[in-house]
Structure formats: structure tokens, C-alpha cells
């Protein structure tokens, strides 16, 4: 029987809703080897082009690794900074961006953009399709972190030069993602940057369209 | 309260395992706007760097359109086929890979790569990440379909420059998906390209390192 009740219905739409991008609530709390895998496992579930799996997950929990990733974020988030005029830069300042050393847990997200599994299919057309499948591994991991209790941030504001240095990643490979993962004192009521008036959500009926695109 | 149970969280892990890439087996019956908007709503509450959702959704009905767009397969299809030595393109022309006529629905998934919405946060170090937002919203698409008992088969084999023209999509914006949606006679036991021993699936532990990159 493969159909879902009411209830399981609610709790995906409910891990959806409550999902957050975790940066200032971390705990140190030991995350177990058990509800890793069980994260990693349903990111692996993902749909993959020609089911090429072009993912490949770096466990980092070392701390030296993680303050070394910790040092790249700085940087690149003071470069970030300088590109805002003053105003929007002092409101950029005040963000919480990453949690880095806070999470007890980094994972690295690489993807082969040219997988030998697979062979080609679909890549002609689209050869960003091995990146995208990577992608949909990632949200299958946020949202199983979700309910397993435990938060996820991705940090963006990092140079892949500089991950690709650290984690000794070949030039072939992509980086795509740099997460923190942990348990949490609290997942936030609304997205922070919403709470932070960064900028606000739009309203669902904005961004569909009938037949053919309407956007600005 | 925010915390999931035992019951919640298998239903999570059931969604994100009986999920399929659906191709052959979707039903004509009508999809009802309320439906349809539940799954809109899904993908519209993933994350996005800076909160820019990026996304938009062209809900595309029209038989004639989706004729267009099924021609634009045909020949992206037969390219691909003839890219491949004999015994290979004699095994990917068996495959099923789309079902744009028989989904009542198809959804074109396009995202702005230069949002204003989100002020640019992230973006300096990691341009593609509107695009990997966009993904995003399409995994959680993809998981409320399966818990809603319908289908879903993302089409990677058309040139986008072809839906591009066919919906009236602006250079700036990228086309990232054409998704087709409807209800199914069955969700496949196995993936299809399991199925027909297109390709194998890798074990999790073949795809984790730790602390540093480890694969070929």
C-alpha cells in the first residue's frame, strides 16, 4: 500500500513549513552516527539524471578543518559587505550568517558534473542536470534533519576555491553546498532574514503563471 | 509545538522513498486547483539565498502547447539517441522518458538569476545559488505530489532555448525544469532506469568521506 494518509500528508506539509535555515541556534550536542546516516540516507533517495547519484557528501567534524572554513566565511563575508553602501551594509553586518563552529557537524556537498554513471542521459540538453540532483539530495537531507530535530544552514558566502583547497576536491568536481548540521535550541517561527527585514515573502499567486510566463 | 513523532517521521522517509521519476504511467484524470495549489504552496516554502525566491511556476494545460513542447522532445530525444554507439542507442530508445502529452499537467520551472528581491545576499561567492533555491522548490514539489498520490517526471532532454521561445521567457530568466504532473495508475517499485538496467544504484557508504574528499 503506497498511498499516504491524512496524517503523514500533514507531517510532510508541517516538515516543510517548519523547516528553517539554522544559523544562531546550534547546540554542541553530539549528533549520532545513526541520524546521520539516516539524514544522508534519504539524501541519497534523490532523483538523479540517467540515476547518475553524482553526489558525494564530505563528513567534517574536525575543528581545525571547521575553524579553517570558519576563516574562508570571514573573509568572504567582509568582501560581501564592502560591495553595499553604507546603510545596507551596517543592516548586512548585523545578519547571522553562518554556524560554522557552532554546529557540531559540516558537510561538504560535491557533485561529478560529468558522471560516468548515468551514461549522459539527459546531459546533452542539460548539462547542469548532475548539479540540480545534487540539489534536490540536499533538501531531502534539510527536510529529514527537520524531523529529525535537527537544524541546517547552508552557507553560500564562501569562495569554492577555498573549500576545493581544504577538502583536497579535484578541479572536475563541483562544490555545491557547504551545510552545518546540529541539534538546536529552537527552530525560529519565521525565516530569519524575514525576522531581520532583509526582505519579505511574496505572495504565492505572484509567482504562477498560466501557459506562458508573466513576469516582470 | 514543533517537534515530529515517531509516526511524522516515517512518513517523511516513506514520501522521500516511494517518490518516483514518472514517465509511463500517468492517468488523464483532471488535477483540481486545490491540489495543485497545495503543491505550488510546498515548493514556495523552500529556502532561498536571501530570501529571494527566485522561482516562478508556468502551469502549462494547453494541449496544443504541450504538443509543441513534446515535438521539441521528439527531436532533442533523437539527437541524444544518435550520440550513442549502436548496442547503447538500441537501449535508450527503449527507454520511456516523458509523458507531456499523457500528464494533464506540465509545470515549466524558470528562476531570475539576478533577483533583486534577497539584495544580492550570497550571491558574490556562489552565482548559481538562486538556481539551486529553485531546485530546491521543486524537491519539495516533488515530495507533496507523492503524498498527494500524484506523479511526477522531470523532462531533462529539451533544449531550453526551445521553452524559452514557446512560453515567451526572457533571456535574463533560466529555465530550469519542465516538469510533468498528474495523477498515476501505480508508483513504479523500483525506478525505471533500475528497472531496465540503464544504470545500478551505489551504496550510501560509496558516497560519504570524512573530513576530506575521497572519491575517483
Given at each position: 500500500?503506497s498511498?499516504f ?14 523547516r ?8 554542541p ?11 544522508l540516507?534519504?539524501a541519497?533517495?534523490a ?12 563528513v ?18 567582509a ?5 553595499y ?36 542521459l539527459?546531459?546533452?540538453?542539460m548539462?547542469e ?10 533538501q ?17 558566502i564562501?569562495d569554492?576555491a577555498?573549500l576545493?583547497?581544504?577538502f583536497?576536491i579535484?578541479e572536475?568536481?563541483?562544490v555545491?553546498?557547504y ?9 525560529a ?5 524575514e525576522?531581520?527585514?532583509w526582505?519579505a515573502?511574496?505572495a ?13
Amino acid at each position: 500500500m503506497s498511498e499516504f494518509s491524512d496524517a503523514e500528508r500533514n507531517a510532510l506539509y508541517r516538515a516543510i513549513a517548519l523547516r528553517r535555515d539554522v544559523r544562531a541556534e546550534f547546540l554542541p550536542d553530539p549528533v549520532g552516527d545513526d541520524v546521520l546516516l539516516r539524514v544522508l540516507s534519504a539524501a541519497h533517495q534523490a532523483p538523479s539524471v540517467g540515476l547518475a547519484q553524482p553526489w558525494r557528501f564530505i563528513v567534517v567534524r574536525d575543528f581545525a578543518k571547521r575553524r579553517a572554513v570558519n576563516d574562508a566565511f570571514q573573509r568572504a563575508n567582509a568582501l560581501a559587505a564592502a560591495g553595499y553602501d553604507d546603510a545596507t551594509a551596517k543592516e548586512y553586518r548585523a545578519l547571522r550568517l553562518a554556524g560554522i563552529l557552532e554546529a557540531p557537524i559540516n558537510i561538504c556537498v560535491t557533485c561529478d558534473e560529468l558522471p560516468a554513471r548515468g551514461r549522459g542521459l539527459g546531459r546533452q540538453t542539460m548539462p547542469e542536470a548532475p548539479r540540480y540532483s545534487t540539489v534536490c539530495a540536499i533538501q531531502n537531507l534539510w527536510l529529514a534533519a527537520r524531523v529529525e530535530g535537527l537544524g541546517v544552514g547552508w552557507v553560500s558566502i564562501l569562495d569554492p576555491a577555498e573549500l576545493r583547497a581544504l577538502f583536497g576536491i579535484p578541479e572536475a568536481v563541483a562544490v555545491i553546498a557547504y551545510l552545518c548540521l546540529g541539534r538546536v535550541s529552537e527552530f525560529a517561527a519565521v525565516a530569519d532574514l524575514e525576522r531581520d527585514r532583509w526582505e519579505a515573502r511574496v505572495a504565492l499567486e505572484d509567482v504562477i503563471d498560466y501557459e506562458r510566463y508573466g513576469g516582470a
